[in-house]
DNA sequence: GCTCCCTGTGAAATCGTTTTCACAACTTTT
DNA sequence: AAAAGTTGTGAAAACGATTTCACAGGGAGC
């Protein structure tokens, strides 16, 4: 009597609680017009079968899946897995699911990704950063599916974003290393192709340089991917081609932790001999030594408050569209006053 | 011609065809039988209407979703991110979408995670660990789910495993401890309860120093959650508790992590007066002074052959029901001999 | 030349819900 | 006391695909 072999449907809830399936659906669904009698009846006999309803079928007619869908860079890397936990965290508090998937950093492969989100009915998406196929957006927005960008706060016609201001950012990591009297400098990117962050704290890194009256040519910029070892091999670069830098600010906390590792190997002392800054203020920023400077980024901020904005009804959102988040600049140890 | 305002659906890319919904459907799946100039017909169709098909429609005839769900505990720490990426990355080669709940290290909570998974028609679901609610088992059983357990390698009646012993990895650490003389020994794992994991380590550690002739009762076994600050606390009580410890085995990087900056701010030199022990083998065990002996868990591979098993056909399956990985030793600098 | 078996196609049923519409039985307003 | 709402319920249509079944036409085997 409890165990059911295949699996009992709603009509089966229906027959054993002697109503229609109408009556069925309304109770599951939170109807109030229904008499409290049969009411009962019916969670009574939805228990009894160990009844859960068809998603497929539950979709198809009201199209409404609750799937939303999030297409990242890698989950390998905590500053997106850390946000994705608090995306989720926040979406499921509402039964909605999420599906994630990773695009490698690759815009072509997101727009695949993207396609088979589409297939499969997620009401809304959450993208990371500015740059994307147009035929991505044009999918989504011919498909009436709402996205959020984060980890930027650009303006945007359609879609709505959640992040900070990477160029922003990247000039307060050069205005604070001016001000420690530093005035020559070099750059650890992250990959700039097709990445609008990536790009955005470099530019704001140099074009803050340049109003202080240092030429971008004596600025050496490197890039490397997400690994310690792409910072150590970018830092070897940095100390050993031209003019050695005093100050060199990094597009993550991984490559900056790379690059203390090369200097430690290397005996160049930190900050005695050169400032880093990092970015991202992960976990690990308190485990290098010297402990490193950096920006923090509110990666669970921006998890939470897209999922607020995929939660909240239209008229809600008009409000939530732009959000912009603060930046911190985190002082440790890892930088000092130039020559001293 | 191109842009239309809803969503052009099977019957309309039949019509543009000229031939039956049916023979569409026959197209799309790749059925061979069909004539290749009509195949060329509806492809061309499809494509000129920006068709995309209806999931929730296909996966109610079909009863298939080519969806998969994976329960771990968080995103928030690299050994469940990394192994969901590669988890991902596997099963969105098959065009498979993979629905990832949380469960904060709670099998309640799991439980009603599961139960959302299950009505979203999942096809297979990803646990970790042994540990779990008689009724999650019972009920994606009764729902002909398969399930896949990782991070052990406990046999089980149904139901796969792919991942390493725990106990076994606990008793290595132990083994390589005693072998480097240490006989006065600590333990920082992870929180045990309802996690097997966690429990595993700590016991095959006491195990195996027990089977040295090490009574248990001198060894201080405290637990800690997963963060950096809990390691440092951790290791104050054990440093400053009864007898010092001359080894300590931690549950994971994170808590050793913290362990050694505990250390350091306490001036215990590491690993002169304390060796200590990690597990996991994330990148930061490379970023701790000194660098960290650790175990290393593999939890890309897990990933990968957990999708491989999830892909498989029934028949290929029962080959893969079962599969220990290896677990590593990797010796860096944060052990050494006792009294050196 | 007849049967049998392919290949290619379409009509119609079907998957399990939700939603619309209709309506009965009361209650309230005018 | 008639008209106009409410409330509670069920019958049947609908969502958009896949699948089953039937069958036409052509080639192979006897």
Redesign the pocket.
Known sequence: MDIEDG?????DV?RLA?????????V??G?????????DRVVRAARELG????G???A?????TRLVGAIIPTLDHAIYATMVDALQARLSEKDVSLIINTSGYDIDLEYEQARLLVERGVESVVLVGSTHLPATLAMLEQKRIDYVYTYTSKAMESGAAVGFDNEKAGRTAARYLLDLGHAQFGMIAGITQDNDRAAGRRDGFLNELERSGIDRATVTVVEGAYRLDDGRRCMQRLMEEGTRPTAVFCGSDILAAGAIKYCHAAGIAVPREVSIVGFDNLEIAELTSPELTTLEVPARDMGRIAADYILASPSQRLHLRQRELAIRLIVRESTAPVGR
Request: charged share 20%; glycine share 0%; hydrophobic share 35%.
């Open positions: 699996s009992a449907k709603l009509i229906a002697n109503c229609s399936p109408a009556t069925v659906s309304r599951l669904n109807n109030p017009n229904v008499n409290k009698i049969v009411r009844y859960v309803p068809n497929s079928a539950r198809l007619r009201s199209t409404r």
